[in-house]
């Protein structure tokens, strides 16, 4: 399967491709792919890909998120994105913690 997400930024296109560059290389595409079915929709978390997440860190993980919620067909329901954000966040956290 091959998904693409082209989010309207609201920052510099430039500093937003950078970021993007920066934080994808951190996460696998599998793992990228399964944060966001939990974040957007139903997905299941798979707890495997907490470890990236959190290696990833919290500012990519905030600021992509962000992105993708910002796009103008989520608009709307960024509050209920952000919130499931944090979730698996602090969730993926409290794993890597036990492990």
């Not at 920066?22 to 792919?33: E, F, G, N, R, S």
């Amino acid at each position: 399967m091959v998904c693409a997400f082209v989010p309207a930024f609201s920052v510099e296109e430039a500093e937003a491709k950078t970021l993007w560059d920066t934080c994808l290389v951190k996460i696998t595409p599998k793992c990228a792919l399964n944060i966001i079915a939990v974040v957007f929709g139903n997905g299941t978390l798979i707890e495997s890909c907490c470890h990236d997440l959190v290696q990833e860190g919290k500012v990519c993980h905030d600021n992509l998120i962000k992105y993708i919620a910002d796009r103008p067909s989520l608009v709307g329901r960024e509050t209920q994105y952000l919130k499931k954000r944090d979730d698996v966040w602090s969730h993926c956290v409290s794993i890597s913690k036990t492990a």
